[in-house]
């Protein structure tokens, strides 16, 4: 009797365990709230980044003319030099002995001219008493064309002795910045040198090099205004200069092409934007960052958060009618600031998508979708 007392007590007690667990394995499989925004289109610009390469509107190479040594540098690198200001100076005293062997020649030449206008003077009156031949004036008149002659190739070989002695004298063809310079005083230089005295950079207006891969220039066709390349290029929102310690140039540029080409070995074409250099900041030779900005209509806009990844593939949760979710891959481009994505492909106006909590859920599952205000919503991650 005891023992079956003990026995009803026992099964009473496993009973009463087992209705409490069951009990509480049905609240912990109880159907939960989930945040859920409805998709529709919508306007927003984003950003792409491209690396650049900044070169002057006119960049020259400054090399001498004439050979010899190099007396004087004038200049230092980095210099801002106006147009006409001496850079540097040669030394080949040829030149200067040019030009003193070219003017003496035309003393020499000068004085046989006079001399022949003396014959001349002398020998007319002498005809017109037909003292002497008119053949005589006619020969003297043919001598002083000839020292004429002598006297004007005198004075072209003085201009090209002088020129080539300015040359030693080598000025700034263009207001400018100098760039390296690569000999020292005594240096002996010539036309037929490899490397230039230096370079010198019109930098007023400056040129940031970029390049874009064939889909992304196809992405611009599609997506700007306009019937040619030239027009919609045009029709672009103004580019952003990012500089090398990460700052935004106070400037916006305009891009245009600088090859109408597409690469066959990197598939790429060559962009630039130029930019307004009053202040002389940018400098030819420095890296920076292209930022171009592209209006995008009618883009399904989700929070980064609602997504996840598996195995190279991004996924978000749709709810279905019947409020069970589903996950469905996706493909996206990012915003800038990595916060939504632009969906592309997967989804469509009118989804229902889990923007929260999506860590607890996985496919199949019932949930309570809670619809959130798509306006304040996206006020706070746009």
């Known amino acids: 009797m005891r023992s079956a007392l003990i026995m009803i007590c026992f099964m009473t007690l496993v009973f009463i365990s087992c209705k409490q667990n069951k009990a509480g394995l049905q609240r912990g499989n109880m159907i939960k709230d989930y945040a859920v925004l409805t998709l529709a289109p ?6 792409n980044d491209f690396p650049a390469t900044i070169e002057g509107q006119r960049v020259i190479e400054i090399r001498p003319m004439v050979s010899g040594y190099l007396e004087e540098i004038l200049v230092n690198e980095g210099d801002h030099v106006r147009k006409g200001q001496l850079l540097f100076k040669i030394n080949n005293p040829q030149y200067t002995e040019d030009v003193i062997t070219a003017k003496a020649r035309i003393n020499s030449a000068v004085a046989d001219v006079n001399s022949a206008r003396i014959d001349i ?17 006619q020969s003297a008149e043919l001598i002083l064309q000839a020292k004429e002659a002598v006297l004007e190739e005198a004075r072209a070989a003085l201009k090209n002795t ?57 992405d611009l066709l599609f997506d700007s205004t306009g019937v040619t390349v030239e027009e919609k290029l045009k029709n672009m929102l103004p580019a952003t200069l990012i500089l090398a310690n990460s700052m935004e140039y106070n400037g916006k540029g305009r891009v245009e092409m600088a090859s109408g080409l597409i690469s ?6 060559t962009f630039k934007a130029i930019f307004k250099n009053p202040t002389g900041i940018l400098r030819s030779g420095a890296s920076a960052t292209i930022r171009i900005p592209s209006f995008r209509k009618n883009s399904l806009i989700i929070p980064q958060s609602a997504t996840y990844e598996l195995q190279d593939k991004r996924f978000i949760f749709k709810v279905g009618s019947d409020n069970k979710v589903k996950a469905v891959s996706i493909t996206s481009t990012s915003s800038d600031d990595g916060k939504y994505f632009l969906v592309t492909n997967g989804l469509k106006p009118g989804d229902h998508v889990v923007i929260d909590g999506i860590s607890s859920l996985k496919d199949g599952d019932i949930i309570v979708p809670k619809e959130t205000d798509p306006e304040n919503f996206y006020k706070n991650i746009m």
């Open 42 to 47: 919508r306007s927003v610009t984003v950003h």
């Open 264 to 269: 066959t070995g990197t598939g790429s074409a």
């Open 162 to 218: 002088e020129t080539n002695l300015n040359y030693t004298y080598i000025k700034s063809p263009q207001d400018g910045i100098i760039g390296t310079i690569p000999y020292k005083t005594g240096a002996l230089v010539g036309s037929n040198n490899p490397e230039a005295l230096t370079t010198l950079s019109d930098i007023t207006e400056v040129f940031a090099y970029f390049s874009w891969n064939e889909k992304q220039v196809l």
């Open 121 to 137: 003077e002398k020998i007319r009156p002498l005809v017109e008493k037909e003292i002497v031949s008119k053949y005589r004036l």
